[in-house]
């Protein structure tokens, strides 16, 4: 039996929590009549059951171990295919195996369980003392989906997780606001547990339709099913990056001119696509990490580039000058002892209300403008926590159905 200190027992954990694993194992044993269905942790030297639906006494519990050389499974994750039996004795290969003989079954049926990074993580299994009709394509199809179901909530679990360690790393630092942390609640409340509800309820509807047969609804579900995992995904990934954005690089000499020209060059076919009109003054030197400094270019721009007018000659407008100490001391609670620059990048679109100047910087924040895309909704929140890294400020300036003028400073070389 697995013990709480074992470096596998957070599998284990893992699995029970999918909250439909033990009705997944309930639905193989009554459409196939397999007597006993389990998750299976298999390594190179153990196996280990996560979770099991035993109708014939089996005798093996969560938790509980077989020698991993008398298994099949072994055999499984070392080539990475199925394995179905529907008559051990009619089987060529099988029918002299030793682990037949040894475990007492005739019918058997195996699927690999392989996580997002390509990574061996199991197998969802059963078996049954008699003989049994498993190799048709409903029975495979069935085991199928259900394999990359567990994959999908394993994936999940372990993104969650590792979010959630980079949360409490964030919350004990100093440097992390309490907007930070504010927001961090936020999303672990709110914007991730949409996605998650969604995988819930498809899930649970991918089993029901899979116990009546229905096979082309359960093909729905389960495109259904990998979008919403595929989504919740994305924003993991978006908040996992955001949460590493930190200040430890060593500042450097920064000609933001530049960047502007690099970042440019980057965007130059939508530029080009909308025949937008590019103007900019000439741009100062600042102090900073270099690779931050152009993320935040590139997203003010890129925003830039998205929202400049359609009803009229599309243009955007770049400009700069150097700040008095008397207004550094207005707008930085400590600035530091050194001239700092303004930078406006100012479209000509739709412009922001003034009940969304300051959700806009919030990671998730999205206006009312589609579906979710990777990084909507991340690409202004880098950008006050590249500005804040900096000990500078990023604000927005409402002009709503005329554009919207985003303004940085940061501190000069």
Same mark, same amino acid.
């Given at each position: 039996?697995?013990?709480?200190?074992?470096?596998?027992?957070?599998?284990?954990?893992?699995?029970?929590?999918?909250?439909?694993?033990?009705?997944?194992?309930?639905?193989?044993?009554?459409?196939?009549? *397999?007597?006993?269905?389990?998750?299976?942790?298999?390594?190179?030297?153990?196996?280990?059951?996560?979770?099991?639906?035993?109708?014939?006494?089996?005798?093996?519990?969560?938790?509980?171990?077989?020698?991993?050389?008398?298994?099949?499974?072994?055999?499984?994750?070392?080539?990475?295919?199925?394995?179905?039996?529907?008559?051990?004795?009619? /089987?060529?290969?099988?029918?002299?195996?030793?682990?037949?003989?040894?475990?007492?079954?005739?019918?058997?049926?195996?699927?690999?369980?392989?996580?997002?990074?390509?990574?061996?993580?199991?197998?969802?299994?059963?078996?049954?003392?008699?003989?049994?009709?498993?190799?048709?394509?409903?029975?495979?199809?069935?085991?199928?989906?259900?394999?990359?179901?567990?994959?999908?909530?394993?994936?999940?679990?372990?993104?969650?997780?590792?979010?959630?360690?980079? *949360?409490?790393?964030?919350?004990?630092?100093?440097?992390?606001? /309490?907007?930070? /942390?504010?927001?961090?609640?936020?999303?672990?409340?709110?914007?991730?547990?949409?996605?998650?509800?969604?995988?819930?309820?498809?899930?649970?509807?991918?089993?029901?339709?899979?116990?009546?047969?229905?096979?082309?609804?359960?093909?729905?579900?389960?495109?259904?099913?990998?979008?919403?995992?595929?989504?919740?995904?994305?924003?993991?990934?978006?908040?996992?990056?955001?949460?590493?954005?930190?200040?430890?690089?060593?500042?450097?000499?920064?000609?933001?001119?530049?960047?502007?020209?690099?970042?440019?060059?980057?965007?130059?076919?939508?530029?080009?696509?909308?025949?937008?009109?590019?103007?900019?003054?000439?741009?100062?030197?600042?102090?900073?990490?270099?690779?931050?400094?152009?993320?935040?270019?590139?997203?003010?721009?890129?925003?830039?580039?998205?929202?400049?007018?359609?009803?009229?000659?599309?243009?955007?407008?770049?400009?700069?000058?150097?700040?008095?100490?008397?207004?550094?001391?207005?707008?930085?609670?400590?600035?530091?002892?050194?001239?700092?620059?303004?930078?406006?990048?100012?479209?000509?679109?739709?412009?922001?209300?003034?009940?969304?100047?300051?959700?806009?910087?919030?990671?998730?924040?999205?206006?009312?403008?589609?579906?979710?895309?990777?990084?909507?909704?991340?690409?202004?929140?880098?950008?006050?926590?590249?500005?804040?890294?900096?000990?500078?400020?990023?604000?927005?300036?409402?002009?709503?159905?005329?554009?919207?003028?985003?303004?940085?400073?940061?501190?000069?070389?």
């Amino acid at each position: 039996m697995v013990q709480p200190d074992d470096y596998l027992f957070a599998d284990i954990e893992r699995v029970q929590q999918i909250p439909i694993v033990k009705t997944v194992l309930e639905v193989i044993c009554r459409s196939t009549g *397999m007597g006993f269905a389990a998750v299976a942790r298999v390594t190179e030297d153990r196996w280990i059951a996560c979770s099991v639906q035993d109708e014939i006494g089996f005798g093996v519990e969560p938790g509980g171990e077989l020698e991993i050389a008398t298994t099949i499974c072994n055999e499984i994750r070392a080539s990475g295919n199925a394995v179905v039996i529907d008559h051990v004795d009619e /089987n060529e290969f099988y029918s002299g195996h030793p682990t037949p003989k040894l475990y007492g079954f005739k019918s058997y049926i195996s699927l690999p369980i392989v996580l997002k990074n390509g990574s061996f993580f199991g197998t969802l299994c059963a078996i049954d003392p008699r003989p049994n009709q498993l190799q048709n394509p409903r029975v495979i199809g069935m085991f199928n989906l259900f394999s990359e179901l567990l994959a999908f909530h394993l994936d999940s679990i372990q993104l969650m997780e590792r979010t959630r360690s980079a *949360m409490h790393e964030l919350a004990g630092q100093l440097l992390v606001s /309490n907007d930070e /942390n504010r927001q961090y609640r936020h999303i672990s409340s709110h914007n991730l547990q949409e996605p998650l509800r969604k995988l819930r309820v498809f899930s649970d509807m991918l089993v029901n339709a899979t116990d009546r047969y229905e096979v082309d609804k359960a093909k729905d579900l389960a495109v259904k099913i990998r979008s919403s995992a595929q989504q919740f995904s994305m924003m993991i990934k978006d908040l996992s990056e955001f949460s590493e954005l930190n200040n430890s690089s060593p500042f450097e000499k920064i000609d933001l001119g530049n960047i502007l020209a690099d970042v440019t060059a980057q965007l130059m076919p939508q530029i080009e696509r909308r025949e937008i009109i590019i103007e900019t003054d000439t741009l100062p030197v600042v102090q900073g990490v270099r690779d931050q400094i152009e993320q935040l270019f590139y997203q003010l721009m890129h925003n830039a580039v998205k929202f400049a007018g359609y009803e009229q000659p599309p243009r955007i407008r770049v400009t700069a000058q150097e700040l008095a100490l008397h207004e550094i001391d207005d707008l930085l609670p400590e600035p530091l002892q050194m001239s700092y620059a303004e930078i406006r990048v100012e479209d000509n679109g739709i412009g922001i209300d003034d009940s969304q100047l300051e959700k806009v910087f919030d990671i998730f924040a999205r206006l009312p403008t589609g579906s979710f895309k990777q990084g909507e909704g991340v690409g202004l929140a880098y950008c006050r926590k590249i500005v804040r890294n900096h000990k500078g400020i990023i604000k927005a300036e409402p002009n709503p159905g005329k554009g919207t003028t985003f303004v940085v400073t940061l501190p000069l070389f």
